[in-house]
């Protein structure tokens, strides 16, 4: 079992910048991938930006279209933690961001929340205009 706990968030205006956090704990996997993921009021939930491990130590990040150029996913594997750095916020960002893990090796990432077996509580990001 994988435990996640995501951290950060808050309120923030247009064009400013929030940090998230995600510490894993639990059992852990060496190849895999981690993601976020938001939900906006009445909307599903979609894929912000993933990071998959793969052989040779290397790793690849995916992003949303939508926010590539403003947030950056980053990893410290010996902390077993996830971060993502949002810049240049926009209202439309404001939703409930969740970290996911999928312990299955694909290729490339998916980005569809149903083959994520592990799941954050999610934490509240809302931008102000």
């Known amino acids: 079992q994988v435990q996640l706990v995501e951290s950060g968030g808050g309120l923030v205006q247009a064009v400013g910048s929030l940090s998230l956090s995600c510490a894993a704990s639990g059992r852990t996997f060496s190849s895999s991938a981690m993601g976020w993921f938001r939900q906006g009021p009445g909307k599903g939930r979609e894929f912000v930006v993933g990071?998959?491990?793969?052989?040779?130590?290397?790793?690849?990040?995916y992003y949303a279209d939508s926010v590539k150029g403003r947030f950056t996913i980053s990893t410290h594997n010996s902390e077993n933690a996830v971060y993502l750095q949002m810049n240049n916020l926009k209202p439309e960002d404001t939703a409930v961001y969740y970290c996911?893990?999928?312990?299955?090796?694909?290729?490339?990432?998916?980005?569809?929340?149903?083959?994520?077996?592990?799941w954050g509580q999610g934490t509240q990001v809302t931008v102000s205009s």
């Open positions: 990071i998959r491990w793969g052989g040779w130590n290397t790793e690849r990040t």
């Open positions: 996911a893990a999928d312990p299955v090796f694909r290729n490339p990432l998916s980005t569809d929340h149903r083959q994520y077996a592990y």
